[in-house]
């Protein structure tokens, strides 16, 4: 994954903060930007997997710039918390991916007010805090000469329907509406606000719950064949390219925009 020294890469003197940055989809895209030349930030509510992420990421790109803050993006001094720590730290903020999420698996007839309110506060409220917090020093990049960038990572269910998931898809849903609104208020300060849609990802999430289950990784593979037009998991890498992509200034003419990286699963 590393550059050869010669290349600068696509987020070379950026700065980067990523939420959800412990494993998954935040650890993947984490170690890509590190590749690609940027320092990055990371975030998450698990100290031992934050800190297994930036070994990860040192022992093969010795030179990145990691930060971290094990903290729960739903309390209200995380966001402030976070941003801080990325300015002190690497000096300047432009890039930032909302990737932070919760899942609560319960009909709607019988979720709670409870489970609704900790979940949005988590997929939904944790990233206006963050966004909130954030954009002063993105609006300070863009007057630096940067290209900032906002990423929200969505789901493919916040536009595709199932059942029993509907506290967070409905916070997926929402959190489109917020990148677009978003996009709209800081287009005048150079800020793109963009939004990724992922589809069915094999993170440590699902190997985690696959073994708790008993059930053979093997098995667990096999599962999504019919949730995709390419018959598929993706793996977090896949979903952290595009995340990259829209983070960088080769998508400098692309804001409010959500992209589907489903494997087709919308279009079923």
């Known amino acids: ?7 600068p890469g696509r987020l070379a003197g950026k700065s980067a903060l990523i939420t959800g940055g412990g494993a998954g989809i935040g650890a993947a895209a984490a170690a890509l930007f590190c590749a690609e030349g940027a320092a990055v930030t990371l975030v998450d509510l698990d100290a ?32 402030p918390q976070a941003v ?4 002190q730290t690497h000096g300047h903020l432009d890039v930032l991916v909302n990737n932070a999420a919760m899942r609560i698996n319960q009909a709607i007839e019988t979720a709670t007010d409870e489970q609704w309110r900790a979940l949005l506060d988590v997929n939904l409220l944790g990233s206006v805090a963050l966004c909130r917090a ?8 863009h007057s630096s000469g940067g290209q900032p ?31 677009r609104t978003l996009a709209h208020e800081e287009a005048g ?14 993170t440590d999430f699902h190997l985690k719950k696959a073994r708790a289950m ?50 087709g699963l919308h279009a079923l």
């Open 149 to 179: 960038s906002i990423v929200n990572v969505s789901s493919c269910y916040a536009v595709k329907g199932r059942k029993n998931m509907g506290l967070y898809d409905a916070s997926k849903a929402a959190m489109l509406a917020f990148t």
């Open 134 to 141: 954030a954009l002063p020093a993105l609006r300070l990049s």
């Open 189 to 202: 300060h150079g800020i793109r606000v963009n939004a990724v849609c992922p589809g069915s990802t094999l």
């Open 48 to 79: 031992s997997a934050l800190e297994e992420t930036r070994r990860h990421i040192i022992s093969q790109i010795p030179l990145a710039q990691v930060a971290t803050l094990a903290a729960d993006v739903a309390q209200p001094t995380t966001a």
């Open 214 to 263: 008993g059930k053979p990784i093997e098995q667990l593979k096999h599962e999504r064949q019919t949730t995709s037009l390419l018959g598929r998991w993706a793996t977090p890498l896949e979903i952290a390219w595009p995340v990259l992509w829209l983070a960088s200034d080769e998508a400098s003419f692309i804001t409010a925009t959500t992209l589907m990286v489903d494997g």
């Open 84 to 87: 801080g720590l990325a300015v």
């Open 1 to 7: 994954m590393p550059r050869p020294t010669d290349a």
